[in-house]
């Protein structure tokens, strides 16, 4: 199983930011997928899921409004669209797959870095 991120960067508050999450090694189309977030000191937080089919996504309070969860089922790839950036919202930010592949329950990507600074 693999989750590779991409996107993340710095951008000023009130800026957009898209990120990426490339699967392979599973059946993408069956797993509902997740983004989390991290900020250093702090636990891990979900930031947003949706469900295989895209038809059902929760979001955060923090979030709800201005972050949108997508996924492309032909292209094995979850997005997390973001605008409105906040400062708060510098983290990294994970892909979550909670899918269960020899005994091992959930995969993480490796992170991407977004950081909202003027």
């Known amino acids: 199983v693999q989750l590779v991120e991409s996107g993340g960067g710095l951008v000023q508050p009130g800026g957009s930011l898209r990120l990426s999450c490339a699967a392979s090694g599973f059946t993408f189309s069956i797993a509902d997928m997740s983004w989390y977030r991290q900020v250093p000191g702090k636990e891990r937080e979900l930031v947003a899921g949706?469900?295989?089919?895209?038809?059902?996504?929760n979001y955060a309070g923090s979030v709800k409004g201005r972050f949108t969860i997508s996924r492309d089922n032909s292209k094995n790839t979850v997005y997390l669209q973001m605008n409105s950036l906040l400062p708060e919202d510098t983290a990294v930010y994970y892909c979550?797959?909670?899918?269960?592949?020899?005994?091992?329950?959930?995969?993480w990507g490796q992170g991407t870095h977004v950081t909202v600074s003027s």
């Open positions: 979550y797959a909670p899918v269960v592949i020899l005994g091992r329950t959930g995969y």
């Open positions: 949706i469900n295989s089919a895209g038809s059902r996504r």
